[in-house]
């Protein structure tokens, strides 16, 4: 290795690895710059140039070799012990933390160009930033030749959303560098956790699919599986939530406005995408697509490490840009303004997120987005496929055949927003590699697979033939001829059943003729996969029956989960500590099931004190930023009630808000009852368009309003709505939470992910038998949850017999009461009829998702938790048994599953 000097300044290089650690971690070797012309932050001798790089953090736990059961997937954890102390006179740590100094100054004072004296703490964030990311780069590019060289056969993992978050503290822990970070910063005079808070959350998503997407993108790298996540990079994320005088309104998510450390551009790799123009008939029989319109999709990577295991997989986001140069004539004639109208039309196509609203329109520019991302996707996947192993394309090292094409990718599809990749692929092996109609087809079923994450009806894509005419006119003929073949085997598999061909075609007639996505990927994938138990038979017996009729082996359940490794190792820190130190090591964050472990602990007295003691942390962390952020003070001793998620009706906020009213009036009505403490915390967003859900927001606020300054209450009840909910704000909230709001109409909710989180991290959850509810409970015991409400086949039977809401309205007193007051602007003297819409959701339009009918037993199961929270010990112990049940929902088994039986993709171990 060679030091080369640069104005003073030695930049890094790269040692050989002379010991097993040293080969497992990085070994950067970073001086301090020397230019007498910057101010350096130290407090400490700088390193030498020969000084050891970091090793990993201590304090995070030691970790043996991680081996699966027998019959599963080996894990490809090579993890060392760990058993370095942190303290001053350990050598080998003060090189670290030094090196860590030096790295961190050289940034500043030469990638920033800042000095001491003019620098803000956004400067070293960035510094920080920079520094954890040089950490990351070598694990990086050495998976990326583990990889290049075996060949394996890669996942691709394409999404629409994914909802990162943030990426400094999970990236400390992943490579387990945290400890000696923080001690580097201190000694520089600097807070982590000040630093942190500049970072701001990549909201690339609208709620659990995008979230889902990013824990399974870390289970990936965790699990040494090859992958690729490919998305879309929106230069504005979900929007911003304000809340001003109660109601919700939206500011755009410039979440780049201060650019992204984390990424890498990679411009070479950008590809053509065409839109519009006419399909030609060629003599040979082909089809030509001549595009009216073409925009450059350019890659910006980001590095996805796994958790120490030495494997760094990739995000890969694509954004578009005008292949033109601005048209000079535009201005010499005077006419800026044109001179960028077609560069601007064309960047708008992944300017914004979508915000999703559950409800499918058919916009221009969300097909735009989807077809962008399907097509440089898989541009790029035949790319990577074409180039053989260990030759370069210039001496002709490229696959010619395409036979082995679905044994080197497995293409997952992310619910049907990716869904055109079906047609896309067929269009470039058919039209681009001249493979003939049956061996594309038969590569293209065997390549892709799909997730489908809604049951409601109104929320499946189905896009306007007239549309797809214009936009698209390649992909439709070839949608076109995919469907008279398959209408062909169904007529052939069913004869004489012609009702039959309505019902599986990809086509839909009604007002306006119809693609329907969610038919066309599951005519076009050989699996298809729901994200919960009660979600697969849903969509069995109900959505997709007669696909299932047809193909019973293509259906799967793959139950959804949530990597451990930020939902409960990064953001509890204080429960985490308490679990390595109770099992031995923190191995239970790559083998989730050893949680179980924990429920010989239920009455052991020091462990059951050590849990409260953690929870209360949490509270204390959540009640000091409520009064920071809302200057509301809550009492740490009340039941946190938490309901965070999207705002919309099926997830039944409204529900909940009938419940504090009815609190509210219990005590108004006896002021000197007694009454358990109780802090209702709601967040979420709503869609911009989606007018009952932000009615739902202003009721909330309008009603915390009304409670938390009414002296009756006296502090025994509060009502707080979270502004932005948000990844890092989730990452605060669900450890402090005591009870979980889970309570959408049974067979509405898909999965939930939410639900698992607030599981893990030892709060009580009351539900329905809904999405992913019902496999907790199985997994935790009937009396470790608290479920009430009717079940799918009761609320099926209600509606079939005629429900009439109005009967629960006037049957029930206390019910009859808080809608009442709602109505008759109790809680909105400046305008009393403002809740008239959403009462007349209930009232006269149907309640669609029978609040009414639930409501009795959602305030019985209220009242019982009330009592059950008065005693502790029992409380908590239902709360340990919660945490001791959460292995069944880490994403590392649901990859798991994934892999072996849909993918068909094994372990590549970075030695």
């Known amino acids: 290795s060679q030091l080369i000097a640069i104005q003073g300044c030695q930049l890094p290089t790269m040692k050989k690895a002379t010991t097993a650690n040293q080969q497992e971690e990085a070994s950067l070797s970073i001086p301090e710059p020397k230019s007498p012309g910057f101010r350096t932050l130290s407090v400490e001798p700088v390193p030498s140039p020969g000084s050891r790089a970091l090793t990993p953090d201590p304090s995070d736990g030691t970790v043996n070799t991680v081996r699966r059961k027998s019959g599963q997937m080996d894990s490809p954890m090579r993890r060392r012990e760990a058993s370095i102390c942190l303290d001053d006179k350990d050598e080998t740590v003060t090189k670290n933390v030094e090196a860590l100094k030096g790295l961190f100054n050289r940034h500043l004072h030469f990638t920033l160009a800042q000095d001491l004296m003019v620098a803000s703490n956004r400067d070293f964030y960035l510094s920080l930033a920079l520094t954890v990311r040089d950490h990351v780069m070598k694990n990086w590019m050495k998976t990326s030749s583990v990889y290049y060289a075996a060949d394996p056969k890669r996942v691709y993992y394409v999404s629409l959303e994914y909802y990162m978050g943030r990426t400094l503290t999970n990236t400390m822990m992943a490579l387990g560098i945290t400890s000696e970070t923080r001690k580097a910063l201190y000694q520089m005079g600097l807070r982590l956790e000040e630093l942190e808070e500049l970072e701001n959350d990549a909201g690339l998503g609208n709620g659990g699919l995008g979230r889902l997407a990013a824990c399974f993108l870390d289970s990936l790298a965790t699990l040494s599986i090859p992958a690729v996540g490919y998305g879309l990079r929106y230069e504005y994320g979900i929007f911003r939530q304000k809340i001003r005088k109660g109601f ?417 009036n219990r005590i108004k009505a006896d002021p000197k009852a007694h009454f358990v403490p109780r802090t209702v915390i709601i ?58 709001e889970q309570i959408s109409t049974a067979g509405t909710e898909a999965s939930g992910t939410g639900n698992m989180k607030f599981m893990l991290n030892g709060a009580l959850t009351i539900g329905t038998l809904d999405g992913a509810n019902v496999e907790m409970r199985e997994q935790m015991g009937p009396e470790n949850i608290y479920i009430f409400g009717m079940t799918v086949e009761e609320v099926a039977k209600l509606k079939e017999d005629g429900y009439d809401p109005v009967k629960y309205y006037e049957k029930n007193v206390e019910l009859k009461r808080v809608m009442d007051m709602i109505r008759d602007g109790f809680f909105s003297p400046d305008q009393p009829d403002r809740f008239h819409p959403l009462m007349d959701t209930l009232l006269v339009h149907g309640d669609r998702f029978c609040l009414l009918a639930d409501y009795e037993s959602y305030v019985a199961t209220q009242d019982q938790i009330a009592k059950d929270f008065m005693d502790v010990d029992a409380w908590m112990k239902k709360c340990i048994l919660n945490v001791a049940s959460g292995g069944f929902f880490s994403s590392d088994r649901t990859i798991i599953d994934y892999s072996e039986n849909i993918w068909g993709a094994e372990p590549c171990p970075v030695e």
């Open 683 to 740: 967040g979420g967003k709503a869609a911009p368009g989606y007018f009952i859900a932000k009615q739902i927001i202003k009721l909330v606020t309008s009603v915390a309003d009304v409670v938390n300054t009414d002296t009756d209450v006296c502090g025994r009840l509060k009502v707080i709505f979270l502004e932005n909910y948000r990844v890092s704000q989730a990452e605060v909230v669900i450890p402090a939470c005591d009870l979980s």
């Open 248 to 664: 919700q309104e939206e500011v755009p998510d410039d979440w780049l406005r201060y650019g992204n450390p984390w990424e890498v551009p990679r411009p070479h790799y950008s590809v053509d995408i065409g839109f519009y123009g006419d399909v030609k008939w060629l003599p040979d029989g082909k089809f030509r697509w001549e595009h009216g319109q073409t925009v450059l999709a350019v890659p910006h990577d980001t590095p996805i490490p796994g958790y120490r295991n030495g494997t760094v997989n990739t995000m890969r986001l694509w954004s578009a840009k005008s292949p033109n140069s601005f048209d000079l004539s535009y201005f010499n004639h005077g006419n800026y303004i044109q001179a960028v109208i077609d560069r601007n039309l064309a960047e708008n196509i992944t300017r914004v997120l979508y915000p999703n609203d559950n409800v499918f329109e058919g916009k221009e520019l969300r097909l735009k987005q989807e077809y962008f991302l399907v097509s440089a996707t898989l541009q790029d996947i035949i790319r990577r496929y074409k180039q053989v192993t260990g030759v370069s394309p210039s001496r002709g090292g490229l696959r010619t055949s395409f036979e082995t094409f679905p044994d080197k990718a497995a293409v997952q599809l992310n619910d049907t927003h990716p869904a055109l990749a079906i047609p896309e692929l067929m269009r470039l092996l058919i039209d681009i590699e001249d493979v003939e109609w049956g061996d594309a087809w038969s590569i293209t079923t065997r390549t892709f697979s799909y997730t489908n994450h809604t049951v409601l009806p109104e929320a499946l894509e189905r896009w306007p033939v007239t549309l797809l005419e214009r936009l698209l006119p390649r992909h439709l003929m070839i949608i076109y001829e995919i469907n008279r073949r398959h209408m062909d085997f169904v007529s052939a598999k069913y004869p004489g059943e012609p009702e039959k061909l309505a019902s599986l075609s990809c086509f839909e007639d009604g007002a306006e003729k119809a693609v329907n996505m969610a038919h066309l990927a599951i005519v076009g994938s050989h699996a298809v996969n729901g994200v919960a138990a009660l979600h697969t038979e849903i969509i069995k017996a109900q959505t997709f029956k007669n696909f299932y009729d047809c193909w019973p082996e293509k259906f799967q359940n793959k139950t959804n989960g949530v990597t451990p490794r930020r939902w409960l190792g990064l953001c509890n820190p204080s429960l985490s500590a308490l679990i390595t130190e109770t099992l031995g090591s923190d191995v239970w964050l790559v083998e989730l099931d050893r949680l179980r472990e924990l429920t010989k602990m239920v009455d052991d007295p020091v462990f059951l004190a050590r849990f409260k003691d953690a929870k209360r942390q949490n509270k204390e962390r959540l009640a000091t930023m409520l009064e920071a952020d809302y200057a509301v003070h809550v009492n740490i001793n009340s039941i946190f009630d938490i309901h965070v998620k999207r705002i919309h009706e099926y997830k039944r906020q409204l529900m909940n808000v009938l419940h504090i009213v009815t609190m509210y």
